[in-house]
């Protein structure tokens, strides 16, 4: 029954995924009850489906990942060293991804931080990616917090966070769907579904911005320079503020999205307009394979671990 009950849940979210697609989006997206017996049909109908694999982008597996990115800047709040913004974990073989912890940055107070981390198990099958709470199992069926739909490149189509998925949100569902132009994500849409209190939902739409480099210079509020002298490395970037939007960044945390994360030139500057935040990327460290490694003052110095495994 336990097996059962998870990939009915697995059903629902797919059915939940469905109905945020365009064509859907004027209907009332509080489906809960009303989608049950669509679910059971698909429960012994789709949900074996399996995909092709060949040709695939996938980060969770081999090549050169980030294991771990660190900002210390909350540190002394901890005994030990938190996981913020992100740490993964790996099978035997230190290929697979197999777990997540991670935090995002945000605008609580540092000694509130122990509240928005999450723990998560890193499950694929085919084209789906389940983020599951790694303790859930302990008490009842395993909880899954995101479901990542991937397109046949491999690229993330849309994302499914359910209640928990960022703590910020508190009950609400979040969605977001994902739109490439010339191989590069160019327009997300989300949008926060409030179940418990009413049904209601709040929608958006947020734009990268590219220059003639291919460096992202803007999103949302975020915007970045580069020192366009110097070009090449492995590197990974990641914004000075992400407000609530925890599945763009939490997919960028697994890798999904290099053109973000690792622009052709060198970024100098992250400047958050809305919270009037700037981080200066001074001091940048590569290893003597051209991965960035460091970067910050010696006393608040953030600090990025590689796994590269062929």
Same mark, same amino acid.
């Not at 996938?58 to 990942?65: A, E």
């Not at 709040?202 to 320079?225: A, L, M």
């Not at 960044?249 to 697994?254: A, C, N, R």
């Given at each position: 029954?336990?097996? $059962?009950?998870?990939?009915?849940?697995?059903?629902?979210?797919?059915?939940?995924?469905?109905? /945020? &697609?365009?064509?859907?989006?004027?209907?009332?997206?509080?489906?809960?009850?009303?989608?049950?017996?669509?679910?059971?049909?698909? $429960?012994?109908?789709?949900?074996?489906?399996?995909?092709?694999? &060949?040709?695939?982008?996938?980060?969770?597996?081999?090549?050169?990942?980030? #294991?771990?990115?660190?900002?210390?800047?909350?540190?002394?709040?901890?005994?030990?060293?938190?996981?913020? *913004?992100?740490?993964?974990?790996?099978?035997?073989?230190?290929? =697979?991804?197999?777990?997540?912890?991670?935090?995002?940055?945000?605008?609580?107070?540092?000694?509130?931080?122990?509240?928005?981390?999450?723990?998560? /198990?890193?499950?694929?099958?085919?084209?789906?990616?389940?983020? /599951?709470?790694?303790?859930?199992? &302990? =008490?009842?069926?395993?909880?899954?917090?995101?479901? =990542?739909?991937?397109?046949?490149?491999?690229?993330?189509?849309?994302?499914?966070?359910?209640?928990?998925?960022?703590?910020? #949100?508190?009950?609400?569902?979040? *969605?977001?769907?994902?739109?490439?132009?010339?191989?590069?994500?160019?327009?997300?849409?989300?949008?926060?579904?409030?179940?418990?209190?009413?049904?209601?939902?709040?929608?958006?739409?947020?734009?990268?911005?590219?220059?003639?480099?291919?460096?992202?210079?803007?999103?949302?509020?975020?915007?970045?320079?580069?020192?366009?002298?110097?070009?090449?490395?492995?590197?990974?970037?990641?914004?000075?503020?992400?407000?609530?939007?925890?599945?763009?960044?939490? $997919?960028?945390?697994?890798?999904?999205?290099?053109? =973000?994360?690792?622009?052709?030139? $060198?970024?100098?500057?992250?400047?958050?307009?809305? #919270?009037?935040?700037? #981080?200066?990327?001074?001091?940048?460290?590569?290893?003597?394979?051209?991965?960035?490694?460091?970067?910050?003052?010696?006393?608040?110095?953030?600090? /990025?671990?590689?796994?590269?495994?062929?």
């Amino acid at each position: 029954m336990g097996v $059962l009950t998870v990939v009915f849940g697995q059903c629902l979210e797919y059915l939940l995924h469905q109905s /945020i &697609k365009p064509e859907f989006m004027k209907r009332n997206l509080s489906i809960t009850v009303s989608v049950m017996p669509i679910a059971l049909f698909f $429960l012994f109908n789709s949900c074996g489906k399996e995909f092709p694999q &060949k040709g695939f982008f996938n980060p969770l597996i081999g090549g050169c990942q980030v #294991a771990e990115y660190h900002v210390p800047q909350f540190d002394a709040y901890f005994t030990s060293k938190p996981p913020y *913004l992100f740490r993964k974990t790996f099978d035997a073989s230190g290929k =697979i991804v197999r777990g997540m912890a991670c935090s995002f940055a945000n605008d609580n107070v540092p000694q509130s931080l122990s509240s928005y981390l999450l723990d998560v /198990i890193v499950v694929q099958k085919d084209r789906r990616v389940f983020l /599951i709470r790694a303790d859930s199992g &302990k =008490i009842v069926v395993p909880d899954t917090l995101f479901t =990542i739909y991937l397109n046949r490149e491999g690229r993330p189509d849309s994302c499914i966070g359910r209640p928990g998925s960022d703590p910020e #949100a508190g009950a609400a569902h979040q *969605l977001e769907y994902y739109h490439y132009k010339d191989g590069r994500i160019q327009v997300i849409k989300h949008t926060l579904v409030h179940e418990l209190d009413g049904g209601y939902s709040e929608s958006g739409t947020d734009t990268i911005h590219y220059d003639k480099y291919d460096n992202p210079v803007s999103y949302g509020f975020n915007r970045y320079t580069y020192d366009y002298t110097r070009k090449g490395g492995q590197k990974f970037y990641l914004d000075v503020f992400m407000g609530i939007e925890s599945n763009f960044y939490v $997919l960028q945390y697994l890798g999904f999205f290099p053109e =973000i994360n690792n622009p052709p030139h $060198l970024r100098m500057t992250e400047v958050n307009l809305d #919270a009037s935040e700037a #981080a200066p990327l001074g001091n940048q460290q590569f290893d003597a394979q051209g991965k960035l490694t460091s970067f910050g003052s010696p006393d608040s110095k953030t600090t /990025i671990t590689w796994n590269c495994s062929r």
